[in-house]
């Protein structure tokens, strides 16, 4: 089983290009998770590295790891502070009205016996905000920047679907799960500040399944 490519490395930290379908976490049901690489990316340290984040596991694209203790405190902070840049890419299922705004929509979790647990938006829920910016339209589909200010579980999923009105293509909680074998979501672009040091910045290439839906990464 190939080790995910580092997309930046240095003394404290990671960042990885994580595949589809490997999940942060390991499943309860069992099946691939980062715990099966831990070992390789060590490269030469004692420790192996934590994930300072979590992106789902159909969500493809950069991951970082903290090395040490310490810069995964530091690092959590940094998120739990805002201070971390995000940028994702992905396909809706759909065209929205407008070429780019600002999606302003509290969620809130919800469960029930029949469909188990998802995210709704919910003027009670926790407060949510995305950035989002239309980079190409093809057949009745577009490719999407989203710029996440905040880190709310399922945020551009349920953002896509309930303030783009459409789903991400795939997605099979808040879409029909149609025309992808996967929620297309990547994320494409990492940078998180650091006090004295260059920050951590990271890019990851654009999927082979988003090139074969005919979209190319437009970044500007």
Not at 1 to 24: C, Q, R, S
Not at 54 to 70: E, F, M, Q, V
Request: charged share 25%; with cysteine; proline share 7%.
């Amino acid at each position: 089983m190939t080790a995910p490519a580092i997309l930046f490395e240095d003394g404290e930290a990671l960042v990885i290009d994580k595949p589809a379908g490997l999940a942060v976490e390991r499943p309860r049901k069992g099946g691939r998770s980062l715990e099966d690489h831990v070992e390789a990316l060590k490269l030469g340290f004692q420790r192996a590295p934590v994930p300072v984040h979590r992106i789902d596991t159909d969500t493809s694209g950069c991951l970082l790891l903290a090395r040490n203790p310490k810069a995964l405190k530091r690092f959590n902070l940094a998120f739990a502070e805002r201070k971390v840049e995000k940028r994702y890419l992905g396909v809706l299922d759909g065209v929205p009205s407008g070429t780019e705004g600002t999606i302003e929509l509290a969620l809130a979790k919800i469960s029930s016996a029949e469909k188990g647990w998802r995210m709704i938006a919910a003027k009670k829920g926790k407060p949510a905000i995305t950035h989002w910016r239309l980079i190409e339209e093809r057949d009745g589909r577009t490719l999407i920047e989203f710029r996440p200010e905040t880190g709310r579980t399922h945020q551009i999923r349920i953002h896509a679907l309930a303030g783009l009105g459409a789903p991400l293509l795939g997605d099979p909680v808040y879409g029909a799960g149609r025309g992808a074998a996967r929620t297309t979501l990547h994320a494409a672009e990492l940078t998180v500040p650091r006090e004295g040091k260059p920050p951590i910045a990271a890019t990851a290439p654009l999927p082979a399944d988003f090139a074969a839906l005919g979209f190319a990464d437009g970044q500007g």
